[in-house]
């Protein structure tokens, strides 16, 4: 198989059951010439079915044109993509284009008649990796769209309600829509820069010299530090746990569920300490 450059002429006056000249394929306007032997190995691929065609129509039904006067089939798709194709058809070696998106890809491999199965193992790896992450993506927008035909439909009754209702929307979406505006992008900032500090205190707190401090019943100035630093992110904690409850349209179902039992359990040890101590 070989590409023809634009000063190459193709035999005339060919026919398609004529299987002794090369095969003449134009995709994209990049031609292509190529030995009918070449389809022999993958008779159920697109390019493998223009073997079975022994009339006009049933060529149209493959490609999208034909030109009789030099057996020129048309194909009107991504020529790039195609030359991952014809390596395939003409070494067996199906490889994934960095450049290329997964899913023109996938549309492509389609189009001809080619199974994923065929690529290259790191090659596959990588190709279902952006399927999955595209995959996540779409499912993510449509739980955005979701949430905010929810948002919608409850704004009926929110308007009658004035000010009030107004208050409870822009609430609700500062805290559990990020993405609805800025209050939501520095709401959740600042919860991720919270859980952070909270992290790398509780980290500090294990040091043997304030392990060695807590025992001694001493408090040292590190000690005191961490403390307020602990309290500080406690109250955020805090904070951020009755903003959701405030804006809960179910009181009792926001109560119930895992996340907001995981809250309490984090939450609750500081005060009960604070007030046990």
Not at 209 to 233: D, Y
Request: hydrophobic share 40%; aromatic share 10%.
């Amino acid at each position: 198989a070989q590409r023809l450059r634009p000063q190459d002429e193709p035999p005339q006056g060919c026919q398609p059951e004529d299987r002794r000249r090369p095969i003449i394929i134009n995709v994209g306007g990049i031609k292509y010439s190529l030995p009918w032997t070449t389809l022999d190995e993958f008779p159920l691929t697109r390019l493998g079915q223009l073997k079975a065609c022994t009339n006009f129509d049933d060529i149209l039904n493959v490609c999208d044109d034909y030109d009789v006067t030099c057996n020129e089939f048309f194909f009107d798709r991504n020529p790039g993509a195609f030359g991952t194709i014809l390596t395939f058809l003409r070494a067996g070696k199906l490889r994934l284009l960095r450049e290329m998106c997964a899913l023109s890809f996938q549309e492509e491999l389609l189009y001809w008649g080619i199974a994923e199965d065929h690529l290259d193992g790191c090659c596959k790896r990588r190709y279902l990796q952006k399927i999955e992450e595209f995959a996540e993506m779409v499912e993510r927008e449509e739980e955005d769209d979701v949430l905010d035909s929810e948002g919608r439909d409850s704004e009926g009754p929110a308007e009658g309600e004035g000010r009030l209702g107004r208050c409870m929307r822009r609430l609700r979406d500062m805290v559990e829509r990020p993405h609805s505006g800025l209050p939501g992008k520095v709401f959740a900032c600042l919860s991720v820069l919270f859980v952070t500090v909270t992290a790398v205190n509780l980290s500090v707190s294990t040091l043997p010299s304030l392990r060695e401090e807590e025992e001694q019943g001493h408090c040292s100035q590190m000690c005191h530090n961490v403390f307020i630093v602990e309290s500080v992110c406690v109250g955020w904690f805090s904070l951020e746990f009755l903003l959701r409850l405030i804006q809960a349209p179910s009181k009792f179902a926001f109560l119930r569920s895992p996340l907001t039992l995981i809250d309490l359990v984090a939450i609750l040890p500081y005060y009960i300490t604070l007030l046990v101590d």
